[in-house]
């Protein structure tokens, strides 16, 4: 069974831009959870979709969004750039909602200018 | 306030010993606690699960016990070996979102 991937792995941005990053969970998960990882603040939950809706939302601000889509594929969109984003990305799947076991991508890293 | 700590930001371990690392928490009342395993430059990997109705749970060398009077939670590798050396997370569910610890650095020297 294919693991869950990321597009893109890195990615160079300006101050201002807004980024998309796209996730593919392991194929019939169904929960995909959105995380930011930073040397200083550790791994921070962004958001969790199930079923195509947000269920959780951790304490970010409303540049960052994401979706779901009915197969379950999910991207994240940051608008308005700012330098304190730049990050490792991460996506993680799960059969069912709560994070519970996850399963985690390789991850984006995203580096702003 | 809440918070999640992980006692040590690194670790140094003989090979065959056992690595005890720690997780604590205050002010967060969680139905479960997780543990993951990170490799440099890679997405973390889930290795056990726990719930606060669990004291103690086990999966080959690992084993993991959740005290919730003591808000805290030992993760312990056996026999370690230095492909054990890693960055190890806690995390656990509060607040409807799942809070990660810091990590600690797992260094088995050979």
Known sequence: KAGVTQTPRYLIKTRGQQVTLSCSPISGHRSVSWYQQTPGQGLQFLFEYFSETQRNKGNFPGRFSGRQFSNSRSEMNVSTLELGDSALYLCASSLVQGAYEQFFGPGTRLTVL | ?110
């Not at chain 2, 726990?50 to 993760?75: A, G, M, P």
């Not at chain 2, 026999?79 to 088995?108: E, V």
Request: hydrophobic share 30%; net charge positive.
């Open chain 2, 1 to 110: 306030s809440q918070k999640i700590e992980q006692n040590s930001e690194a670790l140094n371990i003989q090979e065959g010993k056992t690595a005890t690392l720690t997780c604590n928490y205050t002010n967060y009342s969680p139905a479960y606690l997780q543990w993951y395993r990170q490799d440099p430059g890679r997405g973390p990997v889930f290795l056990l699960l726990i719930r606060e109705n669990e004291k103690e749970k086990r999966k080959e060398r690992l084993k993991v016990t959740f005290d919730t009077t003591l808000k805290q939670s030992l993760f312990h590798i056996t026999a370690s070996q230095p492909a054990d050396s890693a960055t190890y997370l806690c995390a656990l569910d509060g607040d409807d979102k799942i809070i990660f610890g810091k990590g600690t650095r797992l260094h088995i020297l050979p």
